[in-house]
C-alpha cells in the first residue's frame, strides 16, 4: 500500500507589498484528513490559501511549501493544480463567455488528464448537478456569470467533484450560504473526503463544522498557528470567542 500524499509547510512567511501576512505558519495535511482553520477576521486565513496556490501579489519571504517532498514555490498556479492542489475561492469570479460545460472538460482534461468519452464525461457532471440541486441548465450558461451566491459556492464544489485533487483548499465555503445551501454543499464535501483527499476547510465560524466534522482544529492569529487540537476545539472557539485564546505560544508543527 502506498504511503498518503503530504502537504507540509514550514515556517511560511509572506508579504504582500510591505505587510507580512503570514509569519511563521507550520501545517501537515495528509492525505484523508479534513483540517479546519479558524481564525477572526484579518488573521491571515484568505492570505494562506492564496499562497499556497502561487498568487503572484503574494510573495514568500521564507519558508517552505512542499507536496511529498517537492517544493511548489516556483511553481504556477496551473502547474500546482496538476500536482493536485485545488481552491475554492471565497468569492468565485464570473467569467462570461466561458460555457460552464466547457470549462469543466477543459479542466478535467488538462488538470487530471482525464480521458473519458464525452456523452459519458458529461453524464457524470449531470448526475454531480442534480446531487447539489441544480439543473442541468447551468451547463450551457457562463461561469458564475449572473449566479446567485449560493449557486457559486456549489459550483465550486462541483469543481472540486470533477477534479478531485490530493488537496482541497476550501476558503470560507460556508460565507454567504443559507441553511439549506450549506447543507447541500457540506453534504458534497462529506462525499469527496476520504483516504485519496485531504481539505483545508478555513472557515471564520463553526457552523460548517457541524456538518463536516474535521479530524483537526487550528486556530490562526497574526499569521501563525497558536493553537492545534481536535474537533472539540471548534467548540470551545464557539463558546470563548477568538479573544481567550490570543497571547497562546504559536505552535512549531501540526
Same mark, same amino acid.
Given at each position: 500500500?502506498?504511503?498518503?500524499?503530504?502537504?507540509?509547510?514550514?515556517?511560511?512567511?509572506? !508579504?504582500?507589498?510591505? !505587510?507580512?501576512?503570514?509569519?511563521?505558519?507550520?501545517?501537515?495535511?495528509?492525505?484523508?484528513?479534513?483540517?479546519?482553520?479558524?481564525?477572526?477576521?484579518?488573521?491571515?486565513?484568505? &492570505?494562506?490559501?492564496?499562497?499556497?496556490?502561487?498568487?503572484?501579489?503574494? $510573495?514568500?519571504?521564507?519558508?517552505?511549501?512542499?507536496?511529498?517532498?517537492?517544493?511548489?514555490? %516556483?511553481?504556477?498556479?496551473?502547474?500546482?493544480?496538476?500536482?493536485?492542489?485545488?481552491?475554492?475561492?471565497?468569492?468565485?469570479?464570473?467569467?462570461?463567455?466561458?460555457?460552464?460545460? &466547457?470549462?469543466?472538460?477543459?479542466?478535467?482534461?488538462?488538470?487530471?488528464?482525464?480521458?473519458?468519452?464525452?456523452?459519458?464525461?458529461?453524464?457524470?457532471?449531470?448526475?454531480?448537478?442534480?446531487?447539489?440541486?441544480?439543473?442541468?441548465?447551468?451547463?450551457?450558461?457562463?461561469?458564475?456569470?449572473?449566479?446567485?451566491?449560493?449557486?457559486?459556492?456549489?459550483?465550486?464544489?462541483?469543481?472540486?467533484? %470533477?477534479?478531485?485533487?490530493?488537496?482541497?483548499?476550501?476558503?470560507?465555503?460556508? &460565507?454567504?450560504?443559507?441553511?439549506?445551501?450549506?447543507?447541500?454543499? &457540506?453534504?458534497?464535501?462529506?462525499?469527496?473526503?476520504?483516504?485519496?483527499?485531504?481539505?483545508?476547510?478555513?472557515?471564520?465560524?463553526?457552523?460548517?463544522?457541524?456538518?463536516?466534522?474535521?479530524?483537526?482544529?487550528?486556530?490562526?492569529?497574526?499569521?501563525?498557528?497558536?493553537?492545534?487540537?481536535?474537533?472539540?476545539?471548534?467548540?470551545? $472557539?464557539?463558546?470563548?470567542?477568538?479573544?481567550?485564546?490570543?497571547?497562546?505560544?504559536?505552535?512549531?508543527?501540526?
Amino acid at each position: 500500500m502506498s504511503m498518503p500524499s503530504l502537504l507540509k509547510i514550514t515556517d511560511l512567511h509572506a !508579504k504582500v507589498g510591505d !505587510k507580512e501576512i503570514l509569519s511563521g505558519l507550520n501545517l501537515e495535511v495528509r492525505q484523508g484528513e479534513v483540517h479546519a482553520i479558524m481564525g477572526p477576521n484579518g488573521s491571515g486565513k484568505t &492570505s494562506l490559501s492564496y499562497v499556497l496556490m502561487g498568487h503572484p501579489r503574494y $510573495v514568500v519571504t521564507k519558508g517552505d511549501i512542499q507536496i511529498d517532498g517537492q517544493s511548489i514555490l %516556483t511553481l504556477k498556479a496551473d502547474q500546482r493544480a496538476k500536482l493536485g492542489l485545488f481552491l475554492g475561492f471565497q468569492y468565485p469570479l464570473e467569467v462570461p463567455g466561458l460555457r460552464l460545460g &466547457s470549462f469543466l472538460r477543459t479542466v478535467a482534461t488538462e488538470v487530471k488528464q482525464d480521458k473519458t468519452p464525452v456523452g459519458q464525461f458529461y453524464a457524470g457532471v449531470k448526475k454531480q448537478l442534480a446531487s447539489l440541486e441544480l439543473s442541468d441548465d447551468f451547463l450551457s450558461r457562463s461561469l458564475n456569470e449572473g449566479f446567485s451566491g449560493g449557486e457559486k459556492k456549489r459550483i465550486e464544489i462541483l469543481q472540486l467533484l %470533477t477534479v478531485k485533487p490530493k488537496f482541497a483548499v476550501l476558503d470560507e465555503t460556508d &460565507s454567504g450560504l443559507d441553511v439549506d445551501a450549506l447543507r447541500l454543499v &457540506s453534504n458534497a464535501v462529506s462525499t469527496v473526503r476520504g483516504p485519496d483527499m485531504g481539505i483545508i476547510l478555513i472557515t471564520h465560524y463553526q457552523r460548517i463544522l457541524k456538518y463536516v466534522r474535521p479530524d483537526f482544529v487550528h486556530i490562526l492569529v497574526d499569521g501563525k498557528i497558536i493553537l492545534s487540537a481536535g474537533p472539540e476545539l471548534a467548540d470551545e $472557539v464557539e463558546a470563548k470567542g477568538y479573544e481567550a485564546f490570543k497571547g497562546t505560544a504559536p505552535v512549531s508543527t501540526q
